[in-house]
């Protein structure tokens, strides 16, 4: 039977990921907390509004409305990355080679790993942020699609269109595909080869959590009472193909998904604070946590695939063992 440790925390959970081993806790109010051989906690930010963890350099990177970008590691050392005075950093997102993207405003900012930083400013807010599985190539979401660049060359950008309002973005674990999270309550996709469009729709609710399978043949999204898992085996990705419906419960709408590091299984966390694990394979379900306080907003496993770390949006976090 799985075991939950549960860690009370004051305030909304934005990001719960293991790093190395050790889960950490990203609140809003800018405090991170963190479990390595007791409780630990640093304020990273003066208010904190996006968190990815950095598994390659064993990092936390986050950004804040105290307009900077910074990285805590398990031992507590805190760096600036990147700092824009009063504006906010309102996300980031992790490259190769150490770099990190920063979106503040219409700019996007990648700061190379020698501390170097490149600026992109665009004609429309910045929406969402994702570097390219491949290559040193990073996408941003934006009103009305989705811009390309290559920020170590020079000239152009590529432009992905479609109009509406883009507001994340993530790329296929084989770098052939983008997909984007809408204002309205759909996805919009585009194979990169060819640049034709992929569109997901018929949700209840909008989309704010995307998990890519571990070899990237399933995409699983919340924004309905059941994780909505499209498939992504073919060229074509999931045109003129169902998704499959996994953890359906009546009208409590899924706020959280994550897919396991190396098997085709994805937890599913839900408005009143449940969690599940299912398989892709036949549905199966395991129940890994009951009802809590407050909807999930964040989930991550560990790299072995036996842990998963959870936050809500009540400070209502832990960790579950999935072999108890």
Not at 43 to 60: F, I, P, Q, Y
Not at 156 to 181: C, Q, R, Y
Not at 287 to 292: E, K
């Amino acid at each position: 039977m799985p075991t939950v440790a549960p860690l009370d925390l004051d305030g909304h959970c934005i990001t719960a990921a293991f790093i190395g081993g050790v889960p950490f806790f990203a609140l809003a109010d800018g405090n991170v907390h963190w479990l390595d051989h007791g409780q630990k906690s640093a304020v990273v930010h003066d208010g904190l509004l996006c968190a990815v963890a950095d598994m390659s350099t064993k990092r936390l990177v986050s950004g804040g409305e105290d307009g900077k970008a910074s990285s805590l590691k398990a031992d507590g050392t805190v760096e600036t990355l990147v700092e824009l005075g009063r504006k906010w950093v309102t996300n980031v997102a992790i490259g190769p080679q150490g770099a990190v993207a920063v979106a503040s405003g219409r700019n996007a900012t990648v700061r190379f790993a020698d501390g170097k930083t490149k600026e992109f400013a665009h004609p429309r807010t910045v929406e969402g942020l994702a570097f390219s599985p491949k290559g040193m190539r990073f996408g941003v979401a934006r009103y009305n699609g989705v811009t390309l660049h290559f920020p170590a060359a020079e000239g152009k950008p590529a432009e992905l269109e479609w109009a509406g309002a883009h507001t994340g973005i993530t790329f296929s674990p084989d770098g052939n595909f983008v997909v984007t999270t809408m204002q309205e309550n759909a996805l919009h996709g585009w194979k990169l080869a060819d640049g034709k469009h992929m569109r997901m729709s018929g949700y209840p609710a909008k989309v704010k959590s995307l998990s890519w399978s571990a070899k990237g043949k399933w995409l699983a999204s919340s924004g309905a009472p059941a994780a909505i898992v499209w498939p992504f085996q073919t060229k074509d990705g999931p045109m003129g193909k169902a998704p499959l419906e996994l953890g359906t419960r009546g009208n409590t709408m899924v706020t959280a998904v994550a897919c396991h590091p190396a098997e085709d299984i994805v937890a599913i966390g839900y408005e009143d604070g449940m969690v599940l694990a299912a398989r892709f394979a036949d549905g199966k379900e395991v129940l890994l946590r009951r009802p809590g306080q407050g909807g999930i907003t964040s989930m991550g496993w560990d790299e072995e695939g036996r842990r998963v770390a959870f936050g809500s949006a009540s400070g209502d976090c832990g960790v579950i063992d999935i072999a108890g």
